[in-house]
């Protein structure tokens, strides 16, 4: 009986440090790998989705959100993505035919064998209707460009899912949830993981 009791305690206090650090819920892009150097410049192509172009500012809304990483420098261009040549390059237009069904958006990093990251493109599903922090109309329905960028950017700079909720780095997120704009304990410890 008493070796029983001992061991209930044992899987309580495991449990209970479990919720008291988060930090490690985090998970890194597999095999690890990492850019060469900071910051990492990002690019967002100039022709944004419908719902978010020009005048409401989705792209210069995306070029702004993904500098919450730190590690980040981003601006505009009007070179659209090429796959395996940097730099690492924002398509919010195009789906790059990988991105489709539920998916808001998706990642691909090039690396050497050496898991150095040597390019990562961007690609967003444009059958959604996007909003972003430079529009002031509202939301309804619509996905948050900001925080689904600084999410994505996450993989652009070699993090994966996390298994925390309300984490830019959980794998989904609702309409009109603006939560992603924000790194949590758990995104800034992966990305200093990395650099
Ligand atoms: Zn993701």
């Given at each position: 009986m008493k070796k029983h009791n001992i061991l209930a305690l044992g899987i309580a206090a495991i449990l209970t440090l479990a919720a008291a650090e988060p930090a490690m819920a985090y998970t890194l892009l597999s095999p690890r790998r990492a850019w060469a150097s900071t910051p990492i410049a990002v690019r967002v192509y100039t022709t944004g989705n419908s719902t978010v172009n020009d005048g409401s500012g989705g792209v210069s809304a995306t070029v702004s959100a993904i500098k919450a990483w730190g590690v980040v420098s981003s601006s505009t261009t009007s070179q659209q993505a090429v796959r395996g040549s940097a730099p690492a390059t924002i398509m919010l237009n195009n789906n790059g035919k990988i991105c489709t069904g539920s998916c808001l958006a998706a990642t691909l990093t090039g690396y050497y064998s050496g898991n150095t990251i040597y390019d990562a493109d961007v690609y967003t599903n444009t059958r959604y209707s996007y909003t972003s922090s430079k529009e002031t109309d509202g939301c309804s329905g619509e996905f948050d460009i900001d925080g689904i960028m600084v999410h994505e950017v996450g993989h652009v700079i070699g993090i994966g899912h996390s298994s925390?909720?309300?984490?830019?780095?959980?794998p989904s997120v609702a309409a009109?949830?603006?939560?992603?704009?924000t790194l949590e304990n758990d995104d800034t410890a992966a990305k200093n993981d990395l650099y």
């Open positions: 925390v909720s309300g984490a830019t780095m959980y009109c949830n603006y939560n992603n704009r």
